[in-house]
């Protein structure tokens, strides 16, 4: 069990551009969760997987995003014409069905 | 959504105190996880912890899910523990919510 996996730790992109994060839950998890945190503020949910099946999505994910886990292992999060706004610090979690989140190590976003 | 209201927002400390960190939650949940998270950012969990008391080391969190609250326990604080406490519930389906953290210094 090696925990949750997150590439790349750091991202600097130009506004306008598209990025794409990539996250390795825990090997035998069902669940996988996206959260995006800002500077002084809690972890804000933005989507989450059963499987392969994306389940819910928060209202803060923007037509902008988008999110995939094709196979029901790894998931990626793309943002598309990244903002401003978008900077933040973007976490992965998953669990085994509703049981204990584990988190990674997240990717920081800048945008400029 | 469920709402949740940590304090006190921001604590100081002397090497060596304890110090009680708390969480009110507005509806019923069946989960509630406490969570640490160092000036790098990473999130690393205390406990999981729906109901009854869990003791680890130094740290010690109890949850009365009646009472929709729990509370952290540090005891002899170290410089290490300093960092943003989040309490975080949430129930069945519905992610993990998060409250807005009590931000923790301790002081040699």
């Known amino acids: 069990d090696t925990g949750v996996s997150q590439n790349p730790r750091h991202k600097i992109t130009k506004r306008g551009q598209n990025v794409t994060f990539r996250c390795d839950p825990i090997?035998?998890?069902?669940?996988l969760y996206w959260y995006r945190q800002t500077l002084g503020q809690g972890p804000e949910f933005l989507t989450y997987?059963?499987?392969?099946?994306?389940?819910?999505k928060s209202r803060l994910l923007s037509d902008r995003f988008s999110a995939e886990r094709p196979k029901g292992s790894f998931s990626t999060l793309e943002i598309q014409r990244t903002e401003q706004g978008d900077s933040a610090m973007y976490l992965c979690?998953?669990?085994?069905?509703?049981?204990?989140?584990?988190f990674g190590s997240g990717t920081r976003l800048t945008v400029v | 959504g469920i709402q949740v209201e940590q304090s006190p927002p921001d604590l100081i400390l002397q090497e060596g105190a304890n110090s009680t960190l708390r969480c009110n939650f507005s509806?019923?949940?069946?989960?509630l996880q406490w969570f640490h998270q160092n000036p790098w950012g990473q999130l690393i969990n205390l406990f999981y912890?729906?109901?009854g008391t869990k003791q680890n080391g130094r740290l010690s969190a109890t949850t009365v899910a009646t009472e929709r609250y729990s509370l952290l326990y540090i005891s002899s604080s170290q410089t290490t523990d300093s960092g943003v406490y989040f309490c975080?519930?949430?129930?069945?389906?519905?992610?993990?919510?998060f409250g807005k953290g009590t931000r923790l210094s301790v002081i040699a």
């Open positions: 979690a998953s669990s085994l069905g509703s049981e204990g989140y584990t």
């Open positions: 090997s035998e998890h069902n669940r």
């Open positions: 997987f059963q499987n392969e099946a994306q389940l819910e």
């Open positions: 509806d019923s949940v069946n989960n």
């Open positions: 912890i729906p109901s």
């Open positions: 975080a519930p949430y129930s069945g389906n519905t992610p993990l919510v």
